[in-house]
């Protein structure tokens, strides 16, 4: 079945660095890949997606690649701010077969320093 | 607009004592609906979905169980808690499968 991998688990950049956390997955028939952040205390909510038809998608400050070949998507977040600091979390679909639910990662807590 | 909502935001049960956890959506019709529970510090585990009234599928054996009365309803219910069930439990909903999930706030669960 499918697995999701997220690395690092904890990431501490200074205010306006960029932060990068990356994911694999292991089923190739996996298509949808979104990202979410999840304030302490509440529940997760969807920052970008994308979907395996493309290899990049931006919005503002926040950007996602994947790479289908290498199995692998990351998360690329600019010009970092304190309201950045949060638990990222990377899922990929379980793929096909009637079963589409999401596979998550263990989650990146992101640290911003000012 | 479409909000979900859970409750209770906290609960503290005794080892063997029942649980029921409710979750509900409002604008929207038959929605994805979702139980996770994510313990201190990781992950989410996908417990329940249900794309249906009455159609739960179930990703972990363990002993909870989930039911899906009314189209936008969703209750996680176990007849004897257990210390490991301890955890914040959430609900999400979706307009349809590899679409956005929608967190409601959750349940934080603690079991003595």
């Known amino acids: 079945g499918e697995n999701v991998e997220q690395h690092p688990s904890t990431l501490s950049v200074q205010e306006g660095d960029s932060a990068v956390i990356k994911c694999t997955y292991s089923?190739?028939?996996?298509?949808?890949f979104p990202w979410y952040k999840q304030e302490l205390g509440k529940g997760p909510q969807l920052i970008i997606d994308i979907r395996s038809n493309v290899g990049e998608k931006k919005d503002q400050r926040i950007a996602v690649t994947l790479n289908k070949t290498a199995k692998h998507f990351s998360l690329h977040i600019t010009e970092t701010q304190p309201e950045d600091s949060a638990v990222y979390f990377c899922?990929?679909?379980?793929?096909?077969?009637?079963?589409?639910?999401?596979?998550w990662g263990a989650g990146t807590k992101l640290i911003i320093k000012p | 607009s479409q909000t979900i909502h859970q409750w209770p935001a906290t609960l503290v049960q005794p080892v063997g004592s029942p649980l029921s956890l409710e979750c509900t959506v409002e604008g929207t019709s038959n929605p994805n609906l979702y139980w996770y529970r994510q313990a201190a510090g990781r992950g989410l585990q996908l417990l329940f979905y249900s794309v249906g009234i009455g159609q739960i599928s179930s990703e972990v054996p363990q002993n909870l169980s989930a039911s899906r009365p009314q189209d936008r309803q969703f209750i996680l219910s176990s007849k004897k808690l257990l210390l490991s069930d301890s955890g914040f439990y959430l609900c999400?909903?979706?307009?349809?499968?590899?679409?956005?999930?929608?967190f409601g706030p959750g349940t934080r669960l603690l079991v003595l």
């Open positions: 899922a990929a679909s379980k793929g096909g077969g009637g079963n589409y639910q999401l596979i």
């Open positions: 089923d190739s028939a996996s298509n949808y």
């Open positions: 999400a909903w979706s307009i349809a499968p590899l679409e956005t999930q929608y």
